[in-house]
């Protein structure tokens, strides 16, 4: 009953984290500029 030794660890679920890590440096300007466009909206439409 010899089994061969687990060094890779393909068979775990990658982590969403590690997944999103690399797509930062596109996601968060992208996702201030929407942030800034929309605060912007809000304050010409209330002025």
Request: without cysteine; glycine residues 4%; negative net charge.
């Amino acid at each position: 009953m010899a089994h061969a030794p687990h060094d890779s660890h393909a068979d775990e679920p990658q982590d969403v984290v590690e997944s999103i890590v690399p797509l930062m440096p596109i996601v968060l300007p992208v996702a201030g500029g929407v942030l800034i466009f929309l605060l912007a909206f809000i304050a010409v439409f209330m002025a």
